[in-house]
């Protein structure tokens, strides 16, 4: 399961408002794929329909889809959201990566 810190869901419920989206119908999809400096990336998108090979779960009041593949690296994730001196955006705390590139936005096993 992917956990959601209150000021990601905040931050969430704002942008899923300014693109046409709406929280309690839609919701976040959150994936990896190969890439990044660290070998595997992070995804993150909203989305209203649901594919064969996904898992739907909820937290904090926001619903996740992930596709099996990457659940498996994702796993105990918690998705924060960062306004600091180093840049905003989405950071997936996980507890799976070995290790991280600087910007936080790639990872490997």
Do not use: W
Request: hydrophobic fraction near 30%.
């Amino acid at each position: 399961m992917i956990k959601v810190s209150e000021h990601a869901k905040n931050k969430i419920r704002t942008l899923m408002d300014e693109e046409g989206f709406n929280l309690d119908e839609h919701f976040v999809r959150v994936g990896v794929k190969s890439g990044g400096c660290s070998g595997l990336s992070y995804e993150l998108n909203f989305d209203q329909e649901e594919q064969d090979n996904d898992k739907i779960f909820e937290d904090n009041g926001v619903r996740i889809a992930v596709n099996k593949q990457s659940f498996l690296y994702l796993v105990g994730t918690t998705l924060e959201f960062s306004g600091g001196l180093n840049g905003k955006g989405f950071v997936f705390n996980n507890p799976n990566a070995e290790r991280t590139c600087g910007c936080g936005e790639s990872f490997s096993l």
